[in-house]
């Protein structure tokens, strides 16, 4: 007789290879062990009738327990952001370990590995922001660590102290190809950032809503595709970050079909979001770079997820505070140029895409799974993560596409205190949430311990 699987979850609508269908899937340990119909009885059972089943998502693009470029430290520990990543459906994240000048990145990529290790809820891996490519840095570190398994670099193009300038990125792309790495780009043209700064604070305009202004997109669109002529250069394999302008994703596509490996992701708060946003009382809470754009590159974002050009969607979770620790380390009425950038998303992600994608029927379910979880899963050699089939981690999330919930002023689990998204209706939220083949929420209540979450190589 062959063994009772430990968990099966029967009767759901399940996206599996891409398809749905209706079917059990039987968990063994933290693993699928099958997916098909009748399923013979577990150990424990979960009836998913009228609900879908849907891999937990994948966020490549989290900043958690991070110190920024300006030295201010986050609001979120592994913890605090894993919990918000679950109760939104995401079961696996990827942050950031984030080198400043003068570190050695080996010793940066073990602090924070201490720290996933002792907070984190869910799987995590890590991209090394590399600020500094001085020493045994790119000679020695980086090679040996991507061979470990962190075979992600991020590399910023503006932001005083941590970015790089043109010569030490082709120096990391040429580290990256020969050692088989992906090199993310946060591409903005820093000239053109500092220039617009300048006179927009010697005019006297420092107001938050000015920063959009500063960050104008001729920065994004020339970094972009001065990035996308290093990677045809050099070979080096790239990851454009946060795509928020037309002429962006224009300049990607093109360069896709010219054959050059990059790939793009965008976020929420470019697809729902747009710069008069910047005009609200309390205008720091949605400031970000880049900014939110107009409704035609909402469109044109939306177009270039249909065909693939934009093959991910993440939060790019920033979490600081509307206080003296946060947004306003600076004082309450520091110029736009020193509030911090970013804003909550781990748990919004998905309920936003779903509602959108989904519930409204904008390129439907199959696409929501793609986008947001198995295409974040592959562009990052995360193999065992992001679907639902034999061999793969049991790592799920269920769903009620039923469920209507309007988000409040402060009611995500992360510390960040506001939600960016209150006042908008979702349709479709995520009930039951497994994690290595444990519920982890049920019934609104959190069931994991800190320090569960494990790291999860990347592979090539
Ligand atoms: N922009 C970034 O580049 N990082 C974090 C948040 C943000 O808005
Ligand atoms: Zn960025
Ligand atoms: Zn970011």
Redesign the pocket.
């Known amino acids: 007789m062959t063994q009772k699987a430990d968990l099966v979850i029967r009767a759901g609508e399940v996206v599996s290879d891409g398809v749905l269908r209706k079917a059990d899937i039987a968990i063994t340990d933290d693993r699928i062990t099958r997916v098909g119909p009748d399923l013979p009885g577990g150990l424990e059972e979960i009836d998913a009738t009228g609900h879908l089943v849907l891999p937990g998502g994948v966020d490549t693009h989290c900043?958690i327990e991070q110190v920024?470029g300006a030295g201010l430290l986050n609001a979120d520990t592994f913890e605090s952001a894993t919990r918000s990543a679950i109760f939104g459906g995401t079961t696996t994240v990827v942050s950031f370990a984030a080198q400043h000048p003068g570190q050695r990145i080996r010793d940066v990529v073990a602090d924070y590995a201490h720290l996933a290790r002792r907070g984190a809820l869910v799987d995590y891996a890590f991209h090394m922001i590399v600020a500094d490519i001085s020493g045994e840095n790119l000679a020695r570190d980086i090679p040996d660590l991507i061979a470990k398994g962190h075979r992600s670099i991020k590399i910023?193009t503006t932001?005083d102290k941590v970015r790089l300038d043109d010569h030490a990125i082709l120096d990391v792309l040429t580290k990256a190809r020969e050692a088989g790495a992906l090199v993310c780009f946060?591409a903005e043209n820093d000239g053109l950032i500092r220039h617009m700064t300048a006179r927009l604070l010697a005019d006297g305009k420092t107001a938050p809503r000015y920063h959009a202004q500063s960050h104008p997109r001729e920065a994004e669109i020339e970094a972009i595709a001065r990035m996308c002529r290093f990677a045809e250069f050099t070979g080096a394999a790239i990851m454009i970050?946060?795509v928020s302008t037309r002429e962006g994703a224009e300049v990607i596509r093109a360069a896709r079909r010219r054959g050059i490996s990059v790939q793009a992701e965008t976020c929420p708060h470019y697809l729902f979001m747009t710069g008069d946003i910047l005009g609200q009382d309390r205008a720091a809470r949605f400031?970000?770079?880049?900014p939110q754009r107009e409704p035609d590159d909402q469109n044109a974002l939306w177009e270039a997820i249909e065909d693939r050009t934009i093959g991910l969607v993440t939060s790019?979770h920033?979490p600081y505070r509307m206080d003296g620790d946060g947004k306003f380390a600076n004082g309450k009425d520091a110029p736009f140029n020193r509030i911090?950038?970013?804003?909550p998303g781990l748990e919004t992600r998905l309920p936003l895409m779903f509602n959108a994608m989904v519930t409204t029927g904008r390129l439907g379910l199959e696409k929501f799974v793609e986008l947001t979880a198995t295409a974040p899963a592959r562009a990052f050699g995360l193999t065992c993560k992001g679907e639902i089939a034999e061999g793969f981690d049991a790592d799920i999330a269920i769903w009620d596409p039923e469920a209507v919930y309007t988000y409040g002023d402060n009611d995500l689990h992360d510390n960040v205190g506001y939600n960016p998204f209150a006042g908008t209706t979702v349709k479709g939220m995520p009930v039951q949430v497994i994690s290595q083949g444990v519920v982890v929420l049920r019934d609104g209540e959190m069931l994991g311990a800190p320090g569960r979450g494990r790291h999860i190589a990347m592979n090539r």
């Open positions: 900043h920024s910023f932001y946060h970050f946060h400031m970000c770079s880049p790019d920033a911090a950038n970013g804003m």
